[in-house]
């Protein structure tokens, strides 16, 4: 297993190179270049060319990238033109945020959407079946933003349920360490802290969750059904083993792997979809970032986030690998 692992992780540093060379080239490609980005609206021919020359951009492009990617795994990415701050120190603020409600819309997802997917297709055909299909086709083309204003509307104003916006109640005099609201309240066990960061939690995780819910539900009815029908199920069968050991060692172990795929994918589309979520929820997150990086042509705050996602896919897939893995062992020899 050690040596899958590593042998994964080495497949990976490719992956990242190449990555890092597209973003290195995608700031070059800009119209005048990484210092007519920087400086802006001020940016003269003569300005621009003493930003090269500080910046050490008049240097051969080999050399420019090795620097950048020196200054890459050192992270240093720069200050934000908005903010005046590190790259680095605003993402280490917000990504707690995104993180947070990331886990919490695939927990949402994954929680709900295997056993209704495994539900359906054990009743193939039935009213269960045709409802959760119809269900997940809702899901997947009503947009985020407008499901996060619907849950708003009715759950929020109309009803008074949920919170409408933000992480946390403003009046709430919360100790933050790691700034993930809800373990916050859990070490220092501010238990009213806590429980309303799980309360604020609640409509923008539906909101972005809904979408990875309806593709795990599809796949899992999918993959369920293919596995239903092998020989080695009806063998299981034939042979009267009990229901629940049939369905927990032949079925769902079997039509795992596609699900594991799906949900990889998913966590990894997550962040584009937070976009959406945290403007309408005012969440404050990685998502936010990314919003008025791309409103105000903030280079390098892109740059950052650019990279940072290439890693959080390289790593989500890395995970995927591994619970193949775990699943299969076979796999661990390919």
């Known amino acids: ?35 007519g ?20 951009l008049d240097q051969p492009v080999f050399i420019q990238y090795l620097r950048f990617l020196g200054r890459v795994l050192t992270g240093d990415f720069g200050s ?21 409600l990331s886990l919490a819309a695939l927990l949402f997802a994954v929680v709900l959407g295997i056993p209704l997917g495994y539900l359906a297709a054990s009743h193939r055909g039935r009213f269960l079946d045709n409802a959760t299909v119809i269900g997940t086709l809702v899901g997947v ?42 373990l916050d309240g859990l070490l220092t066990q501010e238990w009213d802290a806590s429980a309303d960061a799980l309360w604020h939690l609640v409509l923008p995780a539906m909101a972005l969750g809904t979408i990875p819910l309806a593709v795990i539900v599809r796949i899992t009815r999918a993959s369920v059904l293919d596995v239903l029908n092998e020989d080695f199920v009806r063998t299981a069968n034939a042979k009267g083993l009990q229901a629940p050991v049939v369905r927990r060692r032949h079925v769902l172990r079997n039509a795992m792997l596609p699900v594991s795929t799906t949900i ?71």
Do not use: C
């Open 1 to 35: 297993m050690l040596r899958f692992i590593v042998r994964r992780l080495l497949q990976a540093i490719p992956t990242l190179l190449i990555l890092s060379l597209l973003v290195f080239a995608w700031l070059r490609l800009l119209p005048g270049g990484p210092a």
């Open 37 to 56: 980005a920087l400086l802006g609206d001020k940016a003269t021919p003569e300005k621009i060319e003493a930003l090269n020359k500080v910046l050490g």
């Open 80 to 100: 934000s033109l908005i903010s005046g701050e590190p790259v680095l120190a605003e993402i280490g603020r917000a990504l707690p945020a995104t993180i947070e």
């Open 141 to 182: 083309a009503v947009p985020v933003f407008f499901l996060g204003i619907l849950l708003k509307q009715v759950f929020a104003q109309d009803l008074a349920l949920f919170p409408p916006s933000g992480r946390q109640d403003v009046t709430i005099d919360a100790t933050h360490i790691t700034n993930f609201a809800v």
């Open 264 to 334: 990889g994918l998913q966590t990894g589309l997550l962040l584009g979809g937070a976009v959406l979520t945290e403007r309408v929820f005012v969440w404050g997150g990685l998502g936010s970032l990314l919003a008025q990086g791309i409103e105000r042509r903030d280079y390098p705050r892109l740059q950052a986030l650019l990279l940072l996602a290439a890693v959080v896919y390289v790593l989500v897939n890395l995970l995927v690998d591994i619970s193949y893995a775990i699943i299969d062992p076979r796999v661990r020899t390919s």
